[in-house]
């Protein structure tokens, strides 16, 4: 049986989009480097492509210094493909999270605690509990599947913006 305290089920802090996260951001939260899920929240479920403005943002964190690695559940192909769009950048596959090797693992490649990494991603049930489990600092974000469902649903409604 999987016992969750109460108080690993909840994130520090919360953003609609990764894109709207910003170095100062990270550094206001006390951390020097960002490990990035894919599924939802770097890329669609499944996709081979970054969302739109994923590799400036990137790049964006590099150049403020922020170190950047992806931390995924999946598989090494795509990350390896997914990591050379982003960067490139160092990424850890088949992660496993919710368990916490990975965020320990990924903050010693990066040369950082693992309390000064955040850990960025879309599902509570294993982003933010892997987080808050290693001690990272827990960034909870909307799954890209749900802002598109909203997205669309808003366009249906209101019709496009012409």
């Not at 596959?93 to 990975?102: A, D, H, I, R, V």
């Not at 965020?103 to 879309?122: F, H, K, P, Q, W």
């Amino acid at each position: 049986m999987l016992f969750i305290r109460k108080e690993d089920a909840y994130p520090d802090f919360f953003f609609n989009s990764i894109l709207d996260i910003t170095p100062g951001d990270i550094k206001d939260m006390g951390a020097k480097a960002v490990a990035v899920d894919l599924d939802n929240t770097a890329a669609e479920f499944g996709t081979f492509h970054l969302i739109d403005g994923m590799k400036e943002w990137t790049q964006n964190m590099i150049d403020s210094g922020i170190k950047v690695i992806i931390v995924s559940n999946t598989w090494i192909s795509r990350a390896y493909i997914l990591s050379r769009q982003m960067g490139p950048v160092a990424f850890i596959p088949m992660s496993l999270k919710p368990l916490t090797f990975s965020l320990r693992l990924a903050s010693r490649i990066l040369g950082v605690n693992v309390s000064e990494t955040a850990m960025i991603g879309d599902k509570m049930s294993s982003d933010i509990l892997a987080a808050n489990r290693a001690g990272s600092i827990a960034v909870k974000v909307q799954p890209l599947s749900r802002l598109r469902r909203a997205g669309e649903a808003a366009q249906f409604i209101f019709g496009s913006a012409k």
